[in-house]
Every structure is written in structure tokens, then in C-alpha cells.
């Protein structure tokens, strides 16, 4: 494991509060925090599902390289996208971290995951698999454009992302 990413998003926000370019974006704060990792960023993989994880599990289950996942789950609370296995993938492979615009569960597990996980909250029950969803594709998280290759940011004051890195 790599160690912890020397940013804040309060910095990041103070340097970028006045871009009206749409290259750097505040998502709302709504998550909840359920890994591991406080702080982490990386460089943005999506993944468009609505209570089916198939794609989120492949995901996790290949090599993470410091990315960070993004689902857009569809703010669904009716299903889990992500539980205390995927959340174990997520770390084994590599993924610096899992933004989630829906629900996890296996609370307990996932706070043992070395990984940064953001849902909105916890639900027990699992997705059913359908096989359906989308990959790498822009995405739309509480309002907020997020698109492959975009660097995401996330600490304890809440969650950025802009179109290229902003940090060396």
C-alpha cells in the first residue's frame, strides 16, 4: 500500500473556487465514508449500473494502478453495489479508491479495507446480477460530470475532481 496522497481538498478548492471552466468540479456532501483510507486520489475509471454490480466486481477484481472507481449507481438505496468482497478486491488490486452514488454493506469488512470507499449509505440487501451496465463512459454523480480520466480527490472535508492531475 502506498502511502496517504499529500493534498487537501480545501486547498485544491481554495486554488480553484473561481474556475468557471467546468474543469474543476465539487461534488455534493453526501457521502459517507466506509474504508480504510480517509484520504486518496487517483485517476477516475467509470462504471454507469443501476442494483447490478456485475461490472463494479470485474472492475475490482482487475488491476486498480492507483485509480479510483466511480459508479453511478443511480443514487439507488435499495441495493448494495459494493460489499466486504468487492471492498477486499478493491484493495488486493490496487484501487486507491471506490466513489459510489449508491449503497454498500458489509460496513464492518469495508472498515478494514485498505481503500478509500464513499457511498451514500449502507444497505444489507445485494444487487441482483443481470449483467447489465456501462463502462468508461461520463458519468453523473449527485449533478456533478465526472469522466474517465479525470483525477479525483477525497479527504475528510469531502470529495473533487478536475480534468487533469492537480498535484504532483
Known amino acids: 500500500m502506498s502511502s496517504q496522497p499529500v493534498f487537501t481538498t480545501c486547498d485544491l478548492c481554495d486554488v480553484h ?33 443501476f442494483e447490478d454490480n456485475t461490472l463494479v466486481k470485474a472492475a475490482v477484481d482487475s488491476a486498480g494502478e492507483g485509480r479510483v472507481l466511480v459508479v453511478d449507481g443511480g443514487a439507488s438505496l435499495r441495493r448494495a453495489l459494493l460489499g466486504g468482497n468487492l471492498g477486499a478486491a478493491a484493495a488486493r488490486n490496487g484501487w486507491a479508491g471506490v466513489v459510489i452514488d449508491g449503497c454498500v454493506r458489509d460496513v464492518a469488512e469495508l472498515a478494514a479495507c485498505h481503500t478509500g470507499i464513499r457511498a451514500l449509505a449502507s444497505m444489507p440487501l445485494p444487487t441482483e446480477k443481470r449483467n447489465e451496465g456501462q463502462r468508461d463512459l461520463a458519468v453523473q454523480i449527485q449533478g456533478v460530470w465526472v469522466r474517465p480520466g479525470d483525477w479525483l480527490y477525497a479527504d475528510e472535508d469531502g470529495i473533487v475532481v478536475a480534468d487533469r492531475a492537480l498535484t504532483a
Not at 473561481?18 to 465514508?33: E, I, K, Q
Not at 483510507?37 to 485517476?43: I, K, L, S, V
Open 17 to 49: 473556487k473561481n474556475d468557471g471552466s467546468g474543469a474543476f468540479r465539487v461534488l455534493p456532501p453526501v457521502f459517507r465514508d466506509f474504508g480504510a483510507a480517509r484520504r486518496f486520489a487517483g485517476p477516475v475509471v467509470t462504471i454507469k449500473c
